[in-house]
């Protein structure tokens, strides 16, 4: 949970900030104004227009980089706490109560494949408790079976 913390503290930062920053510019309204107007006489009416353009631009770049972070970092969180939550459910609980105890699961047995039960019946281990619910079946001989053996030399 401290990378968590860290977060936390790093959104707080972040929006310290930008709220000191728009909060000074509020405060000064004609410095912003005056620089605009030094930057046009110096450079050009145009350049300082497509300035603003590129740099409004890689504004919205960096907040939706911002944005996509903090979100990217929450939902780790998020997917991490849900697997951490889905792991104790799993393991068991505490049942309060009279007959208090720890409920536990038993692991479930890995289910054989039909490869699996193939080669323990070639080597002779097929499990007892799968012969025991299956019932035998065996091809009974029919008179016509010994007649269409007929051979005479």
């Not at 930057?39 to 631009?57: D, K, M, R, Y």
């Not at 281990?125 to 007929?150: F, I, N, W």
């Amino acid at each position: 949970m401290d990378d968590a913390k860290g977060l936390i503290v790093f959104i707080a930062v972040f929006v310290l900030l930008a709220v000191a920053g728009i909060g000074l510019s509020k405060v000064d309204e004609i410095t912003p104004i005056v620089a605009e107007a030094q930057a046009g006489a110096a450079i050009g009416t145009g350049t300082v227009l497509a300035l603003e353009q590129g740099v409004s631009i890689l504004l919205k770049l960096l907040i939706g980089a911002v944005v996509t972070g903090v979100a990217a970092a929450v939902f780790t969180e998020a997917r991490k706490a849900y697997a951490l939550w889905k792991r104790n459910a799993r393991t068991g609980r505490w049942q309060g109560g009279p007959n208090a105890k720890w409920q536990t699961k038993a692991p479930a047995e890995p289910k054989l494949r039909r490869e699996d039960l193939m080669l323990l019946a070639l080597s002779g281990q097929y499990p007892a408790e799968k012969l025991a619910g299956r019932p035998r079946v065996s091809r009974m001989r029919t008179e016509s079976d010994e007649e269409a053996l007929d051979i005479s030399i």
